[in-house]
């Protein structure tokens, strides 16, 4: 098998949106669009692993990424076929040496505060102090043409809200971008999409717009990317795990602020900003 291997896939991406009516507090009945939800349950060797709630517009990818994170396979080339089916709401994952001892190597889950209810396997949490991240130089000004070019991505929310998105980003670029109902399956979709074409994550920027959790910072750990950027803030477990690993956190991040939780020194500060105001003496003008 080559270097670019590539497992027989269905292609069963889904519309994100549909049409539907509403009443404003005009009384005038609108048709707007609204986030499509649909359950994904996903099996591996015919035996099931987790349900997914997603707008099932990558579901192949998110199979992929999602089995990749929770550490369940590690080479791509062990997977025989990914193919889904809306009919039944399933991803059926067939490996090529059709292992029967799953439910011995899933061992705990952990649920996380991702939307929908994320989980993680507890073995994937013991395996982090494997993971060494060396960490990304950035330019502020870089940092602040990314922001901008992310603007104009978001399709599915400025039509109908009720998704976050997530972004693998190459300095200042986005090249992958994915939106779903819950932050943690964009990640996945993301990992999907990054093992399937053998993209490697140690210079890429990641992008959510969701808030950086310890769910977000093991994802991205396992993707290996070392800067991980949101406009939404984060927690104290996600702060620990990211000065463990040694992964550069930002968040609030949108037009020309942001807030460096972790790694500051790795930021080159080059751009000249208007002074800040004095919050005392704004007070007093008005």
């Known amino acids: 098998m080559s270097s670019h291997y590539r497992p027989e896939m269905s292609q069963a991406g889904l519309d994100p949106t549909c049409a539907v009516e509403a009443v ?27 349900t997914l709630m997603t707008l099932g517009t990558q579901p192949e990818l998110l199979a992929l990424g999602y089995i990749k994170n929770q550490g369940l396979v590690s080479d791509i080339k062990e997977i025989k076929s990914v ?24 061992g705990p889950r952990i649920v996380t505060t991702g939307c929908g209810q994320g989980t993680v396997f507890g073995d994937v949490m013991e395996h982090l102090d494997q993971v060494e991240i060396k960490p ?11 922001l901008k070019n992310l603007n104009v991505y978001n399709d599915v929310y400025k039509n109908a809200g009720a998704v976050h998105g997530c972004a693998l980003c190459r300095h200042t670029e986005p090249m992958i971008f994915i939106e779903d109902v819950g932050r943690h399956n964009a990640v996945d979709a993301i990992a999907g999409k990054m093992w399937l074409e053998d993209i490697d994550g140690h210079d890429k920027i990641f992008y959510t717009t969701g808030r950086l959790t310890s769910e977000m910072v093991i994802k991205v750990a396992q993707m290996g990317i070392p800067t991980l950027l949101s406009r939404s803030g984060i927690t104290q ?12 956190l930002l968040s609030r991040a949108k037009s020309k602020h942001f807030l460096i939780y972790n790694g500051a020194d790795h ?17 007093k003008e008005h």
């Open 267 to 283: 930021l080159e500060f080059d751009t000249a900003l208007p002074p800040k105001r004095d919050i005392a003496n704004v007070k």
């Open 136 to 146: 990304l130089k950035i330019k502020q000004s870089d940092l602040y043409s990314l």
């Open 24 to 50: 404003d507090e005009y009384q005038n009945t609108r048709e707007l669009h609204i986030a499509e939800e649909r359950p994904l349950t996903l099996y591996i060797d015919s035996y099931e692993i987790v």
């Open 237 to 248: 477990m996600g702060l620990n795990l990211a000065r463990d690993m040694n992964i550069t």
């Open 83 to 106: 193919q889904v089916d809306w009919e039944v709401n399933a991803v059926a994952i067939t490996t090529f040496s059709d292992r029967d001892d799953w439910k011995d190597r899933l």
